[in-house]
Structure formats: structure tokens, C-alpha cells
């Protein structure tokens, strides 16, 4: 599997993100996250996990998402951005990419539950 780039490309533009929180520290959110991820991948994706900056970055085609578990008081936060990161015609990525783009909430919501049904 090919490594991602930690820094995102140029030119980007943020096309979905979500945010949640889930009861539970960061450390085993992102260590679940992570494992859960690098599981779906395919053969064609780049992938990224740092585990000290509890970032997760899977990027294939035109897309590049990006997961960050961040702490607070109650537990931690899970941030999603979905990026278009294609060099060339943007709209050309967002009109191939509507479904994923439009399905991007729905679906981070639903690994969020699986995480909290793990963890909480």
C-alpha cells in the first residue's frame, strides 16, 4: 500500500466534513479508527495514520479524507473532511464524485456508531 502525504496537496478544496463526539479517549478511538479503515482499503489507496497527531488520511483519485480525533473534557472528538484534491478540472472531480461527496455524512455517521458500540 502507498503512503499518503501528511501535508495536503495543492490545489485542495473541502467538498464534506463532519464532526462528532464519542465518550471515550482518544488514544483507543484512533487506534479502532485506524484499524477499521486500513481494513476497507482498496489496492489503488494511499494511507497515512500518525498516531502521535491521532490523524488518519486515506486518499485515492480525486478525493483525499481526513480524520483527526482530538481530546476534550468529555472524551474525544472525531473530525471528518472529505477534500478534492484533483489537479486538474474541479468541477470534472465534483461531478464524477457527487455520490461520494453526497453520502460522506451519512456514512462517517455510521462508522461513528460502530465506534461508540466498540467503545462506549
Known sequence: MEEAPRARPTPHRVVASARAHILAKPRPVFEL?????V???GSRAAYYADSRACLVVVQRGWSRAEYRVVTD???SNVEFVLLDISRSQRERGRFTGARIIETAPALFERMLRELRLRLE
Open 33 to 37: 479508527l485506524d484499524e477499521r479503515l
Open 39 to 41: 481494513a476497507g482499503l
Open 73 to 75: 473534557d468529555a472524551g
